[in-house]
C-alpha cells in the first residue's frame, strides 16, 4: 500500500469553496482542476497514485478521488481525498471507478 503525505490545498480551492460551501467538484473551473493536479503531482513526486509510473507533465494525468465521489459526495472538493492518477486506459483511475483507492492519504 502506497502512502500520499497530503499537503495543504491551493488557495484558489480554499477561496472557491469558502464561495461556495455546498459546491461539488463538477462545479469546479478548468484553471482550479489544473491547480489541484499541479499541487497533487508535487506531494506525489510526479508518480501515479496507483502504479507509480512516472507523470512527465499534467496533461498525461488527471485528478483522482480516493473515495469515489459517486459513494461519498460531500468529499468531492476535499483536497485530502484527491490525487494525481496517470491516463493509462484500463487501469489505474481508469478502472478506479466507484472501487475503494487501495493507498492511504496522510494530511
Known amino acids: 500500500m502506497r502512502t500520499i ?3 495543504t490545498e491551493p488557495s484558489s480551492l480554499t477561496a472557491w ?6 459546491g461539488r467538484y463538477n462545479q469546479l473551473t478548468e484553471e482550479i ?13 510526479y508518480l501515479c497514485a496507483y502504479c507509480c509510473q512516472r507523470i512527465q507533465n499534467i496533461d498525461a494525468c488527471h485528478n483522482e478521488h480516493i473515495e469515489a465521489q459517486k459513494l461519498n ?3 468531492t472538493v476535499d483536497f485530502s481525498n ?3 492518477s496517470c491516463n493509462t486506459s484500463n487501469q489505474c483511475g481508469d478502472a478506479h471507478k466507484s472501487q475503494p483507492l ?4 496522510q494530511g
Open 5 to 7: 503525505s497530503k499537503g
Open 17 to 22: 469553496k469558502r464561495a461556495n460551501p455546498h
Open 33 to 45: 482542476r489544473r491547480t489541484i493536479r499541479q499541487y497533487a503531482l508535487a506531494e506525489q513526486f
Open 73 to 75: 459526495p460531500r468529499r
Open 82 to 84: 484527491i490525487v494525481a
Open 102 to 105: 487501495p493507498l492511504t492519504s
